[in-house]
C-alpha cells in the first residue's frame, strides 16, 4: 500500500520492470476515446434527421415550382409553334440541371434516411459496437447532405434570375404594343381635332346643326359610313380584331385561314360599324363547316341592323309572333331585369284571354323560352339565394358555361353581353335582358314601319300598357279563390312583380288611353280591404321596411285612396274618389297626409284642389307638412306652405318632425328659413331624444354625427335650451329637459354644448329628475366621474330628490365622498339609497365606502326594500354576492327583513335567477334565513323557487332544510300549482309529489295544481297530468279560477296547433272527462269551443279544431245544453268575435265607424237596417264617445252613411 500511495508500484514482465502509473495512463485514454464515439455518433445521427426533415418539407414545395415552371414554358412553346424553345437562358437544359441537382439531393437523404432505418432495426447492444468503432460515420453523411443543398440553392437561384429575366422582356414587349396602341389613337385623335375646328370654323355650321335637329339622319348617315375620311377613327380596324377572336376560338378552328378571311371582310364591309351585327352573324355562321355553305351564307348577308333584325323576326314562327311580341315589350319597358322563370310566365300570358294565364301552356322548362326569342335577348346570370337550379341550366362539361341554345351552339361566347353566363352554384339567378339597345330602338322607330317586320312595332305607350293589362290579369286570377293549379306555388313566379309594378306602368299610360276593362280590372285590384289589396299591402312593405314606416301603414288596406296617395299614384288616386260611396273630408285630408308622406307635389296639388285641408291632421303621421318632414320632401313642404299650410301646427309638429325624423339638414333649415318657431314644447329635445323610428342612441349610428349640429342650428336660432317637453310614453308630470335627455341618452358632447348655451342643471324634468341623477344612473355607468364634476362645478344641487328613477344619492354613490356634502342616508326614488343603488350595482368598493360612512343597512324603502334584496337580485358573480351578504350580516343586516315585491332575501334569490343561485341560497341559510317566512308575491321561498325552469337543485335543497311543502299562501297558492304552471320542467313537479305536495290544495291563480297543469302545454305534460290523477283529482273538477274544467282549458286557450289541442282533448276523454260538464263564463266546453279567437284577416282560414272534434267523438255530446254567457253554443259561434260591437249598438254601426264599406255593404244585402230608419234624429252623446274613441273622422262616416240612406228612405 505504501508503494501505491506513493505512485512507486511496479509491474514486472519477465525481467523487466514498468511503472503501474505510466502503463494506466494511455489505457484510460483509449477506454474513454471509446466510450465517447457512442454518444458523439447519437447527436450526430439526430443533428442530421433533423436537418434532412426540415429538407422532406421543402422538397414537395420545389417539385410543385419545377412542375409549374416547366409545364408552363411547354405551354408556351406548343403555342409559339416551337418557337420559345429558342430562350437559351431557361431552355431545356436549365430544366435538367435543375432535375439533377435535386434528385443528387434526394438520393444523399435517402441514403441517410435508408443508414438510420437499418441503424434503428439492430438491438441496443449492436448500436452501441457500431458507434465504438463509427461504422455509420454519420456527421460525413449529414456533410454531403449540405453540400449538395448548396449546389441545389445555386442553382434554383440562377434558374429564378432566368425567369425573371425572361418576365421582364415580356413586360416590356407588352409596354412597347401599349405604347403602339396609344401612339396610333393620339394620331387618330389629332385628326379628330383637326376635322372638328374644321367643322366650327365653317360658316355653314349653324344651318348645319339645325338641319340635325330636325331630321332624323340615321339613314343617310348609314349610307355614308363607308366614305369617312381616313383617319378619323379605327371602327374597322377594331372590329377587325374582334371577328379575328372569335374565328380563332373552337368553334371555328376546322376553318380553312382563306375562308376566315373572306368572312372577314364580309362581315366588315356589311357591318356598318357596328358589333351588335357582328355578333348577329356569327350566330348563322358557327353551325357551317363546308365552303360552299359558308360562302352562300356570306353572299346572303344582310346590310345593317336593320335588315339583320328583320331577318330575325321573320323566321319566327307565325304562331308565336303575338308571345314574341308580347315578351319583347316586357323586355324593352320592365321596371327590373327579368328572371327567366318570369319571362317563361310572360310568354304564355294571354291578357285578352279570359283565361289569361293557363297552365297547360306553360313551357316543360324556362329556359325553352329563350329558343323562341333567338339572338334578340342575352342571359345574365349573377349568384343569389334560390330555392336550387329551377330554371334547369345545366353545366356544359367542356366549357362550363350555361347555353340557352341547341347543343351543337358555341358554348365559349362571351358571358357578359352574349347569351351564356358562367356558372357559379346550384342558386344561381338567370336574368333576361334585350341583347342590344339598339333592338329596342328599332322596334320603336318609324324604320320599321316601312319594313316588312311591321307588326312587331309597338311605342313606349303601348308598351306599358300592354304590361300593365297583363300584370293586372295575372294578378287577379292570382287572388281569386278559384285559381286551381294556378295557386300553387311553382306556377307564379311572376306574381310579385305584377303585383308591385302594375300600378306604375299604367301610370306611364295617359288617363284617355286606359280602355275601360283596364279601369275596371284597376278598381277590381284597389277595391276596399279585398283580398288582392291586402297580398299588394304585403309586398308594398317591402319599400317602407324600417320599424319607423310600419306603424304608419296599417289604415291603407281600407282607403285604397290613401294607398295610391302614399305611393305618387296621380290617375289611380284621381281614379278612386269618384267611386267613394260615401266620401267624407277626413277622406281627403287622409291622402293629402299620405301624398306629403310620398313626396308627390302633383298629388298635393291635386287634393288640395278637390277641397282637402293644407292642414290636414292624420292620426296615424299627424299633420301633412309632418310626414313630409318625416320622409325629408322638401319640394312637398314647401307646396304646402304655399297653400296656406300652419308652420307651427300641433305645437311645432313639423320641426319636431324634421329634426327627430329625417335628421336631413336641407328640412330643417327649410322650415327656419320660413319663420319655423324653435321654442315650442319640445322642438330643442327632438334633436337629442332618440326618436322611436330612426334614431338608436348608439354612439355609432350615422345620424348621431349630426345632433350636434341640429342641436347647434337651432340654439343658433334662438331656441331656449331650458325649454323642455314630453317624452313619448312619459307620463310624468314635469315635461323633460334639454339637459335631462342628454344626460340620460349619454350624449356627453350636447350637455357640454348646452351647459355652454346656459342650460339650468337644477331644473326638474324627466324620469330622472335632474341631470345629476339622469347621468348617474344612465347605462353607461362606467367613466361619467367627469360628467358628474362638471354638473356639480355648474352648481348641481346634490341633495335635489325627484323623478321616479333613482336619486343622485343613490346613484353617485360611485363618486359621492363625504367632501360633497351628501346625505348617505338621503331616501327616495328606485332605489331608495345609496346604499341599495351601490348593492345592486355590485360595486363592492362603493359599498364598504357608504357603510363605512354609516348607511343604514336595514333601511326599507325602494323597489328592491332593503339592501340585502338589492344585493342578491344584482346581476354578478355569486362571490360578489357573497361579500356583500357578509358584509351587510356584519353591520347588522336583518337576514330575513321582508320588503319590496318578492319579500325576503331567499325569495328574492329564487326569482332573480342570479348565477350560482343554489350556493346563494345555502350561504343565505347558512346566516340564519328562515327557510318558511312569507312575504311578497309568492309566498315563501319554495313557491318562489318552483316556478325556476332549472329549479330542481334549489327545491331540493330547501326542502332538505325543512321547507314546509304544503305552506298555502303567495300568487300560485302553494309550491305545486308554482311548478305545475311551468310544465315543462316536470322534474320539479315529480319531485314534489314525491315528497307528499298535497294536489287537493284549492286556491291561487289557477284553482289547483290540477287546473294550473291543465292549462299548460309544453313539455311532459301528460306525466304530470297523470300523476295528479293517480292520487286521486277528479278529472271533472270544476273549480278552476282561469277555466273551470281542465276539458275547457284545451278548448278555450288560443295559441294551440291542431295535434296539441286534440292530443290533450283525446288525453282527458280518455281518462273519463265529461264533455257536458263545465262551468266558467261559457258554462260547458262546446260553448267553449264555439269562443275560441280566430284570426282577424278577412282571408282567415282557422279551423275550429275543438268544435269538430267534439261533434265527430263524442256521441253524447248535448249540442242544445244552456248555460253560459251566450246561452247556447249555437248563439255562441254567431256571436263570436262580435263582443265588441255591443258598444257600437249593432255590427253596422261598428263597420261605419271603422269605414269598412266591404262589410257594410254585406251587412245591408243581408238585411241589416240603419240606425236612420230605426232613430229620429242621431244620437249625439253616442257620437261624442265615438269621436274620442276613434276621432272626428268616425264621427263623419257615420253622418255621411246617415244622411245617405236616411235620403233613400225619403225617396
Given at each position: 500500500?505504501?508503494?501505491?500511495?506513493?505512485?512507486?508500484?511496479?509491474?514486472?514482465?519477465?525481467?523487466?520492470?514498468?511503472?503501474?502509473?505510466?502503463?494506466?495512463?494511455?489505457?484510460?485514454?483509449?477506454?474513454?476515446?471509446?466510450?465517447?464515439?457512442?454518444?458523439?455518433?447519437?447527436?450526430?445521427?439526430?443533428?442530421?434527421?433533423?436537418?434532412?426533415?426540415?429538407?422532406?418539407?421543402?422538397?414537395?414545395?420545389?417539385?410543385?415550382?419545377?412542375?409549374?415552371?416547366?409545364?408552363?414554358?411547354?405551354?408556351?412553346?406548343?403555342?409559339?409553334?416551337?418557337?420559345?424553345?429558342r430562350d437559351a437562358s431557361h431552355g431545356p437544359q436549365s430544366h435538367v440541371e435543375y432535375k439533377n441537382a435535386l434528385e443528387s439531393l434526394y438520393k444523399d437523404i435517402l441514403k441517410l434516411q435508408v443508414s438510420s432505418y437499418c441503424y434503428y432495426a439492430k438491438t441496443q447492444a449492436f448500436r452501441v459496437a457500431r458507434d465504438v468503432v463509427k461504422w455509420d460515420n454519420w456527421g460525413e453523411l449529414l456533410e454531403e447532405i449540405r453540400k449538395r443543398e448548396v449546389v441545389f440553392s445555386k442553382i434554383s437561384k440562377i434558374w429564378q434570375d432566368a425567369k425573371y429575366d425572361k418576365e421582364c422582356a415580356k413586360a416590356d414587349q407588352r409596354h412597347r404594343e401599349s405604347m403602339l396602341r396609344w401612339d396610333t389613337i393620339d394620331t387618330h385623335v389629332a385628326g379628330l381635332r383637326k376635322a372638328v375646328e374644321g367643322a366650327q370654323a365653317d360658316s355653314k355650321r349653324s344651318q348645319f346643326l339645325d338641319w340635325l335637329c330636325d331630321n332624323d339622319p340615321s339613314e343617310m348617315y348609314n349610307s355614308a359610313r363607308d366614305k369617312h375620311e381616313k383617319g378619323t377613327g379605327v371602327v374597322d380596324y377594331d372590329m377587325g380584331l374582334h371577328i379575328d377572336s372569335v374565328l380563332d376560338s373552337p368553334n371555328f378552328e376546322s376553318w380553312p385561314k382563306d375562308i376566315k378571311v373572306e368572312a372577314r371582310e364580309a362581315l366588315i364591309k356589311n357591318a356598318d360599324g357596328m358589333f351588335q351585327y357582328v355578333a348577329q352573324q356569327f350566330d348563322a355562321l358557327r353551325n357551317l363547316f363546308s365552303a360552299i355553305h359558308i360562302r352562300e351564307a356570306l353572299s346572303q348577308l344582310p346590310v345593317g341592323l336593320d335588315a339583320t333584325y328583320d331577318r330575325i323576326l321573320q323566321n319566327i314562327d307565325p304562331k308565336f309572333q303575338l308571345q314574341v311580341v308580347s315578351t319583347l315589350k316586357w323586355l324593352a319597358f320592365s321596371n327590373e331585369l327579368l328572371e327567366l322563370e318570369q319571362v317563361a310566365d310572360v310568354f304564355v300570358l294571354r291578357p285578352e284571354r279570359t283565361v289569361p294565364f293557363d297552365p297547360a301552356e306553360k313551357l316543360f322548362k324556362p329556359q325553352d323560352v329563350l329558343k323562341y326569342l333567338s339572338s334578340l335577348i342575352s342571359v345574365d346570370v349573377t349568384g343569389g339565394k334560390r330555392r336550387g337550379a329551377r330554371h334547369g341550366f345545366k353545366r356544359d362539361p367542356r366549357s362550363e358555361m350555361y347555353s340557352n341554345s341547341d347543343s351543337n351552339s358555341d358554348s365559349d361566347s362571351e358571358?357578359?353581353?352574349?347569351?351564356?353566363?358562367?356558372?357559379?352554384?346550384?342558386?344561381?339567378?338567370?336574368?333576361?335582358?334585350?341583347?342590344?339597345?339598339?333592338?329596342?330602338?328599332?322596334?320603336?322607330?318609324?324604320?320599321?314601319?316601312?319594313?316588312?317586320?311591321?307588326?312587331?312595332?309597338?311605342s313606349e305607350t303601348n308598351a306599358h300598357l300592354h304590361i300593365a293589362r297583363s300584370c293586372l290579369a295575372y294578378h287577379l286570377q292570382r287572388c281569386v279563390p278559384e285559381a286551381g293549379e294556378f295557386g300553387r306555388e311553382e306556377c307564379y313566379f311572376l306574381d310579385a312583380y305584377a303585383t308591385r309594378n302594375w300600378p306604375l306602368h299604367l301610370e306611364m299610360v295617359p288617363r284617355q288611353l286606359w280602355p275601360s276593362e283596364v279601369a275596371s280590372a284597376a278598381e277590381r285590384a284597389l277595391a276596399v280591404r279585398s283580398v288582392i289589396l291586402y297580398k299588394k299591402f304585403d309586398l308594398i312593405y317591402e319599400r317602407f321596411t324600417s320599424s319607423r314606416h310600419r306603424k304608419n301603414m296599417m289604415h291603407l288596406p281600407k282607403l285604397p285612396q290613401c294607398f295610391t296617395a302614399r305611393l305618387g299614384l296621380v290617375q289611380l288616386t284621381n281614379l278612386l274618389f269618384p267611386l267613394l260611396e260615401y266620401p267624407t273630408q277626413a277622406d281627403l285630408d287622409t291622402a293629402l297626409v299620405d301624398a306629403a308622406y310620398g313626396g308627390s307635389t302633383d298629388l298635393v296639388d291635386l287634393l288640395v284642389n278637390k277641397g282637402a285641408h293644407a292642414n290636414a291632421v292624420s292620426e296615424h303621421l299627424g299633420t301633412a307638412l309632418q310626414a313630409a318632414a318625416i320622409s325629408g320632401h322638401t319640394q312637398v313642404i314647401e307646396r304646402l306652405l304655399d297653400h296656406g299650410a300652419d308652420l307651427d301646427a300641433q305645437e311645432g309638429a313639423a320641426l319636431k318632425a324634421a329634426c327627430a325624423e329625417s335628421g336631413t339638414a336641407p328640412v330643417v333649415e327649410l322650415l327656419l328659413r320660413r319663420k319655423a318657431n324653435v321654442n315650442m314644447p319640445g322642438v330643442l329635445l327632438s334633436t337629442i331624444t332618440p326618436s322611436s323610428y330612426s334614431f338608436t342612441g348608439l354612439s355609432h349610428d350615422p345620424f348621431m354625427l349630426s345632433q350636434q349640429n341640429l342641436t347647434r342650428l337651432l340654439l343658433d336660432h334662438g331656441a331656449d335650451p331650458n325649454m323642455g317637453g314630453v317624452i313619448s310614453g312619459d307620463h310624468e308630470t314635469h315635461p323633460e329637459t334639454p339637459l335631462h335627455a342628454a344626460a340620460r341618452c349619454e350624449r356627453y358632447d350636447l350637455l357640454e354644448l348646452l351647459l355652454e348655451r346656459g342650460a339650468d342643471v337644477n331644473k326638474l324634468g324627466g324620469m330622472f329628475g335632474y341631470p345629476l341623477q339622469a347621468v348617474c344612473t344612465s347605462a353607461g355607468l362606467y367613466g361619467i366621474d367627469v360628467e358628474v364634476e362638471r354638473l356639480l362645478s355648474k352648481g348641481a344641487d346634490v341633495n335635489a330628490s325627484g323623478g321616479k328613477g333613482a336619486d343622485a344619492h343613490a346613484q353617485g354613490g360611485r363618486f359621492g365622498t363625504p367632501d360633497h356634502g351628501l346625505d348617505v342616508n338621503m331616501q327616495g326614488?328606485?332605489?331608495?339609497?345609496?346604499?341599495h343603488a351601490a348593492c345592486h350595482q355590485a360595486d363592492t368598493g362603493t359599498v364598504e365606502l357608504l357603510l363605512d360612512n354609516g348607511a343604514l343597512v336595514n333601511a326599507s324603502v325602494g323597489y328592491y326594500g332593503t339592501a340585502l334584496r338589492a344585493a342578491v337580485s344584482a346581476e354578478a358573480s355569486e362571490t360578489k354576492i357573497e361579500w356583500m351578504i357578509d358584509n351587510l350580516s356584519k353591520r347588522g343586516a336583518d337576514i330575513n327583513a321582508s320588503a319590496g315585491e318578492y319579500g325576503t332575501a331567499l325569495q328574492a334569490v329564487a326569482v332573480s335567477k342570479v348565477r350560482g343561485g343554489s350556493d346563494i341560497t345555502s350561504h343565505l341559510l347558512s346566516k340564519g334565513a328562515d327557510v318558511n317566512r312569507q312575504s311578497g308575491q309568492y309566498g315563501t321561498a319554495l313557491q318562489a323557487a318552483a316556478l325556476d325552469h332549472d329549479s330542481r337543485k334549489s327545491v331540493q335543497l330547501l326542502l332538505d332544510n325543512k321547507a314546509d311543502i304544503n305552506l298555502e299562501g303567495g300568487k300560485y297558492h302553494t309550491a305545486l300549482q308554482a311548478a305545475c304552471v311551468r310544465v315543462w320542467?316536470?322534474?320539479?313537479?315529480?319531485?314534489?309529489?314525491?315528497?307528499?305536495?298535497?294536489?287537493?290544495?284549492?286556491?291561487?291563480?289557477?284553482?289547483?295544481?290540477?287546473?294550473?297543469?291543465?292549462?299548460?302545454?309544453?313539455?311532459?305534460?301528460?306525466?304530470?297530468?297523470?300523476?295528479?290523477?293517480?292520487?286521486?283529482?277528479?278529472?271533472?273538477?270544476?273549480?278552476?279560477?282561469?277555466?273551470?274544467?281542465?276539458?275547457?282549458?284545451?278548448?278555450?286557450?288560443?295559441?294551440?296547433?291542431?295535434?296539441?289541442?286534440?292530443?290533450?282533448?283525446?288525453?282527458?276523454?280518455?281518462?273519463?272527462?265529461?264533455?257536458?260538464?263545465?262551468?266558467?263564463?261559457?258554462?260547458?266546453?262546446?260553448?267553449?269551443?264555439?269562443?275560441?279567437?280566430?284570426?282577424?284577416?278577412?282571408?282567415?282560414?282557422?279551423?275550429?279544431?275543438?268544435?269538430?272534434?267534439?261533434?265527430?267523438?263524442?256521441?253524447?255530446?248535448?249540442?242544445?245544453?244552456?248555460?253560459?254567457?251566450?246561452?247556447?253554443?249555437?248563439?255562441?259561434?254567431?256571436?263570436?268575435?262580435?263582443?265588441?260591437?255591443?258598444?257600437?249598438?249593432?255590427?253596422?254601426?261598428?263597420?261605419?265607424?271603422?269605414?269598412?264599406?266591404?262589410?257594410?255593404?254585406?251587412?245591408?244585402?243581408?238585411?241589416?237596417?240603419?240606425?236612420?230608419?230605426?232613430?229620429?234624429?242621431?244620437?249625439?252623446?253616442?257620437?261624442?264617445?265615438?269621436?274620442?274613441?276613434?276621432?272626428?273622422?268616425?264621427?263623419?262616416?257615420?253622418?255621411?252613411?246617415?244622411?245617405k240612406h236616411k235620403a233613400v228612405k225619403a225617396g
Amino acid at each position: 500500500m505504501e508503494d501505491i500511495n506513493g505512485e512507486t508500484w511496479k509491474f514486472r514482465f519477465g525481467t523487466n520492470e514498468f511503472l503501474v502509473k505510466d502503463l494506466a495512463q494511455p489505457a484510460l485514454s483509449v477506454i474513454n476515446r471509446l466510450l465517447l464515439h457512442p454518444s458523439q455518433q447519437a447527436a450526430s445521427l439526430a443533428n442530421g434527421l433533423g436537418h434532412i426533415s426540415g429538407l422532406i418539407a421543402l422538397s414537395r414545395m420545389w417539385e410543385e415550382l419545377y412542375a409549374r415552371r416547366y409545364e408552363s414554358d411547354l405551354k408556351n412553346n406548343n403555342d409559339l409553334g416551337g418557337e420559345g424553345c429558342r430562350d437559351a437562358s431557361h431552355g431545356p437544359q436549365s430544366h435538367v440541371e435543375y432535375k439533377n441537382a435535386l434528385e443528387s439531393l434526394y438520393k444523399d437523404i435517402l441514403k441517410l434516411q435508408v443508414s438510420s432505418y437499418c441503424y434503428y432495426a439492430k438491438t441496443q447492444a449492436f448500436r452501441v459496437a457500431r458507434d465504438v468503432v463509427k461504422w455509420d460515420n454519420w456527421g460525413e453523411l449529414l456533410e454531403e447532405i449540405r453540400k449538395r443543398e448548396v449546389v441545389f440553392s445555386k442553382i434554383s437561384k440562377i434558374w429564378q434570375d432566368a425567369k425573371y429575366d425572361k418576365e421582364c422582356a415580356k413586360a416590356d414587349q407588352r409596354h412597347r404594343e401599349s405604347m403602339l396602341r396609344w401612339d396610333t389613337i393620339d394620331t387618330h385623335v389629332a385628326g379628330l381635332r383637326k376635322a372638328v375646328e374644321g367643322a366650327q370654323a365653317d360658316s355653314k355650321r349653324s344651318q348645319f346643326l339645325d338641319w340635325l335637329c330636325d331630321n332624323d339622319p340615321s339613314e343617310m348617315y348609314n349610307s355614308a359610313r363607308d366614305k369617312h375620311e381616313k383617319g378619323t377613327g379605327v371602327v374597322d380596324y377594331d372590329m377587325g380584331l374582334h371577328i379575328d377572336s372569335v374565328l380563332d376560338s373552337p368553334n371555328f378552328e376546322s376553318w380553312p385561314k382563306d375562308i376566315k378571311v373572306e368572312a372577314r371582310e364580309a362581315l366588315i364591309k356589311n357591318a356598318d360599324g357596328m358589333f351588335q351585327y357582328v355578333a348577329q352573324q356569327f350566330d348563322a355562321l358557327r353551325n357551317l363547316f363546308s365552303a360552299i355553305h359558308i360562302r352562300e351564307a356570306l353572299s346572303q348577308l344582310p346590310v345593317g341592323l336593320d335588315a339583320t333584325y328583320d331577318r330575325i323576326l321573320q323566321n319566327i314562327d307565325p304562331k308565336f309572333q303575338l308571345q314574341v311580341v308580347s315578351t319583347l315589350k316586357w323586355l324593352a319597358f320592365s321596371n327590373e331585369l327579368l328572371e327567366l322563370e318570369q319571362v317563361a310566365d310572360v310568354f304564355v300570358l294571354r291578357p285578352e284571354r279570359t283565361v289569361p294565364f293557363d297552365p297547360a301552356e306553360k313551357l316543360f322548362k324556362p329556359q325553352d323560352v329563350l329558343k323562341y326569342l333567338s339572338s334578340l335577348i342575352s342571359v345574365d346570370v349573377t349568384g343569389g339565394k334560390r330555392r336550387g337550379a329551377r330554371h334547369g341550366f345545366k353545366r356544359d362539361p367542356r366549357s362550363e358555361m350555361y347555353s340557352n341554345s341547341d347543343s351543337n351552339s358555341d358554348s365559349d361566347s362571351e358571358t357578359e353581353t352574349g347569351t351564356t353566363g358562367k356558372v357559379t352554384s346550384d342558386v344561381d339567378i338567370v336574368r333576361i335582358r334585350l341583347a342590344h339597345f339598339s333592338i329596342k330602338e328599332y322596334l320603336m322607330s318609324d324604320r320599321i314601319i316601312r319594313r316588312p317586320s311591321t307588326h312587331f312595332a309597338f311605342s313606349e305607350t303601348n308598351a306599358h300598357l300592354h304590361i300593365a293589362r297583363s300584370c293586372l290579369a295575372y294578378h287577379l286570377q292570382r287572388c281569386v279563390p278559384e285559381a286551381g293549379e294556378f295557386g300553387r306555388e311553382e306556377c307564379y313566379f311572376l306574381d310579385a312583380y305584377a303585383t308591385r309594378n302594375w300600378p306604375l306602368h299604367l301610370e306611364m299610360v295617359p288617363r284617355q288611353l286606359w280602355p275601360s276593362e283596364v279601369a275596371s280590372a284597376a278598381e277590381r285590384a284597389l277595391a276596399v280591404r279585398s283580398v288582392i289589396l291586402y297580398k299588394k299591402f304585403d309586398l308594398i312593405y317591402e319599400r317602407f321596411t324600417s320599424s319607423r314606416h310600419r306603424k304608419n301603414m296599417m289604415h291603407l288596406p281600407k282607403l285604397p285612396q290613401c294607398f295610391t296617395a302614399r305611393l305618387g299614384l296621380v290617375q289611380l288616386t284621381n281614379l278612386l274618389f269618384p267611386l267613394l260611396e260615401y266620401p267624407t273630408q277626413a277622406d281627403l285630408d287622409t291622402a293629402l297626409v299620405d301624398a306629403a308622406y310620398g313626396g308627390s307635389t302633383d298629388l298635393v296639388d291635386l287634393l288640395v284642389n278637390k277641397g282637402a285641408h293644407a292642414n290636414a291632421v292624420s292620426e296615424h303621421l299627424g299633420t301633412a307638412l309632418q310626414a313630409a318632414a318625416i320622409s325629408g320632401h322638401t319640394q312637398v313642404i314647401e307646396r304646402l306652405l304655399d297653400h296656406g299650410a300652419d308652420l307651427d301646427a300641433q305645437e311645432g309638429a313639423a320641426l319636431k318632425a324634421a329634426c327627430a325624423e329625417s335628421g336631413t339638414a336641407p328640412v330643417v333649415e327649410l322650415l327656419l328659413r320660413r319663420k319655423a318657431n324653435v321654442n315650442m314644447p319640445g322642438v330643442l329635445l327632438s334633436t337629442i331624444t332618440p326618436s322611436s323610428y330612426s334614431f338608436t342612441g348608439l354612439s355609432h349610428d350615422p345620424f348621431m354625427l349630426s345632433q350636434q349640429n341640429l342641436t347647434r342650428l337651432l340654439l343658433d336660432h334662438g331656441a331656449d335650451p331650458n325649454m323642455g317637453g314630453v317624452i313619448s310614453g312619459d307620463h310624468e308630470t314635469h315635461p323633460e329637459t334639454p339637459l335631462h335627455a342628454a344626460a340620460r341618452c349619454e350624449r356627453y358632447d350636447l350637455l357640454e354644448l348646452l351647459l355652454e348655451r346656459g342650460a339650468d342643471v337644477n331644473k326638474l324634468g324627466g324620469m330622472f329628475g335632474y341631470p345629476l341623477q339622469a347621468v348617474c344612473t344612465s347605462a353607461g355607468l362606467y367613466g361619467i366621474d367627469v360628467e358628474v364634476e362638471r354638473l356639480l362645478s355648474k352648481g348641481a344641487d346634490v341633495n335635489a330628490s325627484g323623478g321616479k328613477g333613482a336619486d343622485a344619492h343613490a346613484q353617485g354613490g360611485r363618486f359621492g365622498t363625504p367632501d360633497h356634502g351628501l346625505d348617505v342616508n338621503m331616501q327616495g326614488g328606485y332605489y331608495g339609497t345609496a346604499l341599495h343603488a351601490a348593492c345592486h350595482q355590485a360595486d363592492t368598493g362603493t359599498v364598504e365606502l357608504l357603510l363605512d360612512n354609516g348607511a343604514l343597512v336595514n333601511a326599507s324603502v325602494g323597489y328592491y326594500g332593503t339592501a340585502l334584496r338589492a344585493a342578491v337580485s344584482a346581476e354578478a358573480s355569486e362571490t360578489k354576492i357573497e361579500w356583500m351578504i357578509d358584509n351587510l350580516s356584519k353591520r347588522g343586516a336583518d337576514i330575513n327583513a321582508s320588503a319590496g315585491e318578492y319579500g325576503t332575501a331567499l325569495q328574492a334569490v329564487a326569482v332573480s335567477k342570479v348565477r350560482g343561485g343554489s350556493d346563494i341560497t345555502s350561504h343565505l341559510l347558512s346566516k340564519g334565513a328562515d327557510v318558511n317566512r312569507q312575504s311578497g308575491q309568492y309566498g315563501t321561498a319554495l313557491q318562489a323557487a318552483a316556478l325556476d325552469h332549472d329549479s330542481r337543485k334549489s327545491v331540493q335543497l330547501l326542502l332538505d332544510n325543512k321547507a314546509d311543502i304544503n305552506l298555502e299562501g303567495g300568487k300560485y297558492h302553494t309550491a305545486l300549482q308554482a311548478a305545475c304552471v311551468r310544465v315543462w320542467t316536470s322534474r320539479t313537479a315529480l319531485l314534489l309529489l314525491e315528497r307528499g305536495a298535497n294536489v287537493h290544495a284549492q286556491g291561487g291563480k289557477h284553482g289547483s295544481a290540477w287546473h294550473a297543469a291543465a292549462a299548460h302545454r309544453d313539455g311532459n305534460w301528460e306525466t304530470v297530468l297523470q300523476e295528479i290523477l293517480n292520487r286521486g283529482v277528479d278529472v271533472n273538477d270544476t273549480r278552476g279560477r282561469l277555466h273551470a274544467t281542465a276539458l275547457q282549458a284545451a278548448l278555450e286557450i288560443p295559441g294551440w296547433t291542431k295535434g296539441q289541442r286534440t292530443d290533450r282533448i283525446r288525453f282527458l276523454l280518455d281518462r273519463g272527462a265529461d264533455v257536458n260538464i263545465g262551468g266558467g263564463q261559457y258554462g260547458f266546453p262546446l260553448q267553449s269551443a264555439c269562443c275560441r279567437a280566430t284570426e282577424p284577416r278577412p282571408d282567415s282560414r282557422k279551423t275550429l279544431v275543438g268544435v269538430q272534434y267534439l261533434l265527430s267523438n263524442c256521441t253524447n255530446l248535448d249540442v242544445n245544453a244552456l248555460g253560459g254567457m251566450f246561452g247556447s253554443a249555437l248563439q255562441a259561434a254567431a256571436h263570436h268575435g262580435q263582443t265588441r260591437l255591443v258598444q257600437y249598438g249593432s255590427p253596422l254601426n261598428a263597420a261605419v265607424v271603422q269605414g269598412y264599406w266591404d262589410i257594410v255593404k254585406i251587412l245591408l244585402d243581408a238585411g241589416a237596417v240603419p240606425d236612420c230608419q230605426q232613430l229620429p234624429e242621431t244620437d249625439e252623446e253616442w257620437l261624442a264617445c265615438v269621436r274620442e274613441d276613434h276621432g272626428q273622422g268616425a264621427v263623419e262616416r257615420y253622418r255621411v252613411f246617415w244622411d245617405k240612406h236616411k235620403a233613400v228612405k225619403a225617396g
